[in-house]
Nanobody, 115 residues
Framework: VQLVESGGGLVQPGGSLRLSCTAN?????????IGWFRQAPGKEREAIAC???????DYKDFVKGRFTISRDNAKNTVYLQMNALKPEDTAVYYC?????????WGQGTQVTVSS
């Protein structure tokens, strides 16, 4: 199982980014929920949003109305559209899948929100 995130970068407050998480191999992508997490310097990794195999979504309160998670099973990819970004959104963003009771993470992509 391999997850690869992309799409991070430097953006001004109020700006937008779209992160991608592509699964390369090892499991049937369509059958699994995928989650996005983030970790800011000096803080623990925290969950942001997840999407089930059926496309049901769930968000933490601090991103509701600003972030949207979606998936394209034909491309083995989950997206995180992030709007109205704030400096406190600065972190390394990771995607996650649990396959046969084993947790897999991507390498992370840095998001920096700063003027």
């Amino acid at each position: 199982v391999q997850l690869v995130e992309s799409g991070g970068g430097l953006v001004q407050p109020g700006g937008s980014l779209r992160l991608s998480c592509t699964a390369n191999s090892g499991f049937t992508f369509d059958d699994y929920a995928i989650g996005w997490f983030r970790q800011a310097p000096g803080k623990e990794r925290e969950a942001i949003a997840c999407i089930s195999s059926e496309g049901r979504t769930d968000y933490k309160d601090f991103v509701k109305g600003r972030f949207t998670i979606s998936r394209d099973n034909a491309k083995n990819t989950v997206y995180l559209q992030m709007n109205a970004l704030k400096p406190e959104d600065t972190a390394v963003y990771y995607c996650h899948v649990r396959v046969r009771n084993v947790d897999y993470w991507g390498q992370g992509t840095q998001v920096t929100v700063s003027s």
